[in-house]
């Protein structure tokens, strides 16, 4: 199942759009962006990959992984 995605916020609210004149294109539902052709991902993982390299702040990407939050004991004074 792929999925579509805006060209301009990254978000995947992307839907038809039809015009009377224009033919399809294609508008999402978050910015209002109207594009002829959206972005287009196969699985999530593509998406998040993609997220991470032009918008790693974007709120849909997801944590890699939080499992792992006890790094940070490292700072012991040893002196
Ligand atoms: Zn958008």
């Given at each position: 199942m792929s999925f579509r995605v805006c060209i301009n916020c990254h978000g995947?609210?992307?839907y038809?759009?039809?015009g009377f004149m224009i033919?399809?294109?294609f508008e999402?539902?978050?910015?209002?962006?109207?594009?002829?052709i959206p972005l287009e991902f196969e699985t999530n993982e593509d998406y998040q990959e993609y997220l991470r390299g032009v918008a790693p702040n974007h709120p849909n990407?997801?944590?890699e992984d939080d499992e792992d939050d006890d790094d940070d004991d490292e700072e012991s004074e040893n002196d």
């Open positions: 995947i609210r992307v038809p759009y039809m033919g399809q294109r999402c539902q978050d910015c209002q962006e109207q594009m002829v990407v997801e944590s």
